[in-house]
């Protein structure tokens, strides 16, 4: 099978790419980055890496004629991004999605969307299952507009599904393990490393006591083939996380603990991280049922287990 991965440099997406050349497919990747993390793939046959823009359409439209299947990773899921230029966020997640909607419609070619927990928002009734209704702050605070681009993104696919294209949709909950971001940037547990690391102080955002699901990388890949190797997906959305929930100072507890670090761990108000149009999920947890009745999936690895991994991981791999 020919798949194209767009996003395909990225953490979920290179992790992708190499589960499906494992199992024997064709697979091209897009990214605007340059390919880091595929780097020891470089020479690997049946591997293509294309350095380009998602919204380059006559890079993208041969690209997606060629493939079979097409996951669309390549978006913006960072959260210093949404409050710090909103305009990129909603440019890449809305406009790149209709534009690989539009061309696989056109050829006729499956589709699986990569799509989050944010679309809950902070509905406080957990576990969500993925017909819940989604509550979400005011337009704004612009960390609300990653959340609403990826709805408009699955409105677009529900869209496009009653027109008779092949769509499956995947909501992500806090996959993290190697490769996610580089130390210090991105999301809570690289950064997190990367104060551990140097031995400065770790900074838990006020109350502490938020939770989030933190999905092990080779179980979210798994989840997310299932998804889209399994014909009974077609047309549905599905939860893939792990419902085992941590506040995140417990987890900042846990990371010193297992990686034997020494930084104090310190609390700071949310401004400080990300200014003024930041607004925190105080419980974020999937009901994961679905996911196992239709696709036989479930996570494996507890969070001791991924976290001792990504901390060796992050240990070998310092800069
Ligand atoms: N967080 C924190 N300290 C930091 C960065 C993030 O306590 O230096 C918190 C953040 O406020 C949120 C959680 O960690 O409650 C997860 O943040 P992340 O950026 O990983 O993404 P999210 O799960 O909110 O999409």
Redesign the pocket.
Known sequence: MKILVTGGGGFVGSHVVEAELESGNEVTAIDIASPSKLSHLEDRNGFNYVKADILAKDVLKPLIEDSDLIYHFAAIA???TYVEDPLKVMSINIDGLRLVLDIAFRNNKKVVFSS???IYGKNLKVPWSEDDDRVLGPTSKQRWCYSSSKAIGEHMCFAYIDLGLRVAICRFF?FYGPKLDFLGR????P??LG?FLKNEP????EP?D?T?CFTYISDGIDGILKVAHTEEAEGHVFNIGTNEEIS??E??KKIKIIGKFSSEIVM?P?EQ??GKG?E??FR?VPDISKAKRMLGWEPKICLDEGLKKTIEWYKKNKE
């Open positions: 960072n959260v210093q989050t927990s944010e806090n991105g999301r809570v547990l950064v997190f104060q770790v900074t838990v955002v502490g938020q989030r995140v100072l987890l900042a700071v949310a991280i990300y930041y925190d999920i974020r």
